[in-house]
């Protein structure tokens, strides 16, 4: 049986606004409707063809009050510094029960509340939303129910799996699951570098590389093991992985990966203050 939501807005269709779009409108999903709003008309074009209801502020500058009129989830998908703004711009025109729902960092659950009086969810998800295995952390405003919060959360459920964490955890949540894709993809791409220097093409780099890091998440995800049971099937004693793990270990780069989140963290706090 498909997942029944209620009319949904979302208010920027960038990366993460996109990657809602795109878990929302997969088979088996189904809504009373969804309406979208881009900057750029050429962008609002690209969604019709999908199906999307879709205007850009480019033509319609009071796009964003349209799109929230008759909507129950407002996804607030722009950029942290015009969150604010742009609750002030659509208060007047959503209804007093509509759900607002922000995916931007740094933007706190009280300063929003201060502009809307109704429900307010921090949402922080990540990239793979777009292929249907996104990880997402949800936090409830002060004044949003139970039965709100549960519209949110089978809303998140469409494009992967949801965490409910309090607020003081949403920046501890980006540094690690909302930041998580890049580092990993920082790594793919030092690997192909690796592996083009020890003279593979770049074709073959990218399937070695791609080809290991999803065979080992896929592995890990249907073993039901531990990663670390994973890795020490893996490192033989004394062997070849043994000896590269160890060069991990003498760089320290669990310790470079604590201060790499800690640095993200510290980042989404100052966002905060701005």
């Known amino acids: ?5 209620p009319r949904i807005a979302i208010l ?11 878990g929302l409108s997969q088979p088996g999903v189904g809504a009373l409707g969804i309406r979208a709003t881009t900057r750029s008309e050429a962008s ?3 969604l019709r063809e999908t199906g999307v209801v879709a205007e850009s502020l480019e033509l319609v500058p009071q796009a964003n009050s349209a799109a929230v009129a008759d909507a129950d989830v407002i996804v607030l998908a722009v950029k942290p510094a015009q ?33 809307w009086p109704g429900a307010v ?4 998800p990540n990239t793979p939303a777009q292929v249907g295995l996104g990880v997402t952390g949800i ?7 139970d039965d709100a919060l549960a519209v949110v959360r089978a809303m998140c459920e469409t494009f992967g799996t949801v965490i409910e964490v ?6 501890a949540l980006s540094s690690i699951s909302g930041s998580g894709p890049a580092y990993v993809y920082f790594f793919m791409e030092r690997f192909i570098e690796v592996a083009k220097e020890r003279g593979f093409g770049d074709e073959a780099a990218r399937v070695m590389v791609e080809g290991t890091f999803r065979g080992a998440a896929e592995l890990l995800a249907r073993s039901g093991e531990t990663p670390e049971k994973l890795r020490e099937a893996v490192t033989s004693p004394a062997g070849t992985t043994a000896a590269a793990l160890a060069v991990f270990a003498d760089a320290d780069v669990a310790g470079i990966i604590r201060l790499a989140t800690n640095a993200a963290i510290a980042r989404a706090e100052d966002m905060a203050k701005d």
């Not at 049986?1 to 939501?5: I, S, V």
């Not at 208060?91 to 502009?115: F, H, N, R």
């Open 139 to 145: 936090a409830r405003g002060s004044r949003v129910s």
């Open 1 to 5: 049986m498909g997942t029944k939501l």
């Open 83 to 115: 969150i604010i703004g742009l609750l002030a711009e659509i208060a007047p025109s959503a209804k007093p029960e509509a759900i607002m729902v922000s995916v931007a960092a740094g933007t706190t659950l009280s300063s929003m509340e201060a502009v």
């Open 121 to 124: 969810v921090r949402t922080m």
């Open 12 to 22: 920027g269709t960038g990366n993460m606004g996109g990657a809602i779009l795109q």
């Open 166 to 171: 309090r607020e003081s955890e949403i920046n």
């Open 44 to 46: 609002a074009n690209k």
